[in-house]
């Protein structure tokens, strides 16, 4: 257990990069497929008649106790990362956007596109059992957590089929819809729950012991990650499952439309907007884990003090899997298996997301967004996501846009980035201004290319 703890957090600091992915370019006025993956109905305003998405990544860490500054300054990840009174979060999300292709018919848009997820977390670990899992945790602890703590890893692929119409369109308005239907092809999953844990730690002369303890224990793997979760190659495999999932977006978009001349008359007719409105629901669906080495249980944990019990927490020290970290458990006896299924299905995190743009004056823009998550992702069956808002302001030319996104975040509280786009590549980080001049909990980056014609 001290591994997993290890590795999931040394996974964040590999990758040193909010959960909010392309953040200030996903709402761009020149209107793409990234546009699209947030809300379908955009479809219907794409700025080309045609876009192939070339290669589009986005990778994303946020937590809640280490700053950038610390890193830098060599400060030890995992004893920083259980101090304070909070529990500690630490969240990693990686998207990658394969070939896709988008096309516009008279009133409808289509298109096919490709996606890659992976995603590891910590979340709501007690900071007492943490420190004493990670650290050289001295004396006695308490621990009355009355809540899920998850080391959770989710890897896995899609293909989505978007389509979208404008139901009225004149010199002044426009109303469109659009929905994209997920296929889901699961690679691998990992997940270690433990809900309201009650107990005491001790350490004495570097035996470190659980005892007096109860909670509800969550053990669930499935392909590469049943087997090792300190590999990274492991989180590669996102369709190894095949197709064993489905999952829906729905979308509303408005557009307050004026007329303009020039250069930017010319660029893009649908971007000639004083007001652009959006509105979707997405990630309504999930996916059936499938394969060979798959397992989900849910065990009860009673350690009894009066009968003299304890778990020895040092024999977690070298696991190199959840199986072995599982099998530590059962043969210690404080386990009682409450129930198991050989397949098991994951929800993905159903969002809404709403935003405005808004044109100050020429070229310049500023836009509003909201990612507002409608599920509990604290449950085991269920990979996350955070709640973000964000304020970008943008200066917009025809074959340009530089962007500064601010944002308040769940996990890592406020960050600025800065961002730009030249023709159809962008380059971009939600958070790289506070990562540079403060001790800002987040950093990310992402880059693509597409192209329209």
């Known amino acids: 257990m001290k591994k997993i703890v290890i590795s999931l957090l040394l996974l964040s600091n590999v990758f040193l990069f909010a959960q909010e992915h392309f953040s200030g370019i996903n709402i761009s006025r020149r209107v793409g497929l990234l546009n699209a993956t947030i809300n379908p109905a955009e479809l219907s305003n794409l700025s080309n008649k045609y876009e192939a998405n070339v290669f589009n990544f986005s990778v994303n860490v946020a937590n809640n106790k280490v700053s950038f500054n610390d890193i830098f300054d060599g400060e030890n990840f995992e004893e920083k990362f259980f101090t304070g009174s909070d529990p500690a979060n630490a969240r990693v999300d990686a998207l990658i956007h394969g070939p896709s ?15 890659g997820h992976v995603k590891a977390n910590a979340i709501d670990v007690d900071i007492n059992l943490g420190d004493a899992l990670t650290n050289s945790f001295v004396g006695i602890a308490d621990i009355n957590a009355n809540y899920n703590q998850r080391m959770n890893a989710a890897a896995w692929g899609e293909i989505g089929l978007l389509a979208s119409r404008n139901f009225f369109d004149n010199n002044t308005h426009k109303f469109s819809a659009g929905a994209t239907l997920k296929l889901l092809f699961p690679g691998s999953y990992m997940n270690l729950g433990v809900s309201n844990l009650q107990g005491d730690i001790t350490n004495v002369l570097g035996d470190v012991e659980l005892t007096n303890a109860t909670a509800q224990v969550n053990i669930a793997y499935s392909g590469s990650l049943a087997n090792s979760y300190d590999d990274s190659s492991n989180y590669s495999k996102l369709f190894a499952g095949g197709l064993n999932g489905v999952a829906a977006d729905i979308g509303f978009n408005y557009q307050w439309k004026q007329k303009v001349s020039g250069e930017e008359n010319s660029e893009n007719p649908s971007s000639d907007y004083k007001l652009n409105l959006g509105l979707s629901i997405r990630n309504m669906g999930g996916m059936t884990f499938k394969d060979s080495d798959n397992v989900s249980s849910n065990y009860n944990l009673d350690i009894d003090a009066g009968a003299g019990e304890f778990l020895n927490l040092n024999q977690f020290d070298g696991t190199e899997s959840i199986k072995d970290v599982e099998q530590i458990l059962l043969d210690s006896g404080y386990l009682t298996k409450t129930n198991e299924s050989k397949d098991f299905r994951v929800k993905l995190p159903t969002v809404l997301n709403a935003y405005a743009d808004y044109q100050l004056a020429k070229r310049w823009y500023v836009s509003g967004y909201i990612q507002q998550k409608l599920s509990d992702d604290s449950e085991n069956d269920f990979t996350t996501i955070q709640n973000v808002v964000t304020l970008t ?11 500064v996104p601010l944002s308040q975040n769940e996990i890592s509280d406020f960050t600025t980035g800065f961002g730009f786009r030249l023709g159809g590549f962008f380059l971009g980080s939600g958070s790289i201004v506070t990562a540079l001049i403060n001790d800002s909990t987040q ?11």
Do not use: C, H
Request: proline residues 3%.
């Open 101 to 115: 292709f988008a096309m516009k018919y008279k009133k409808w848009g289509f298109a096919i596109t490709s996606s």
């Open 393 to 403: 302001p943008r200066f917009s030319g025809k074959n340009y846009e530089i962007y």
């Open 443 to 453: 950093a990310d980056v992402y880059l693509g290319f597409r192209i329209g014609f």
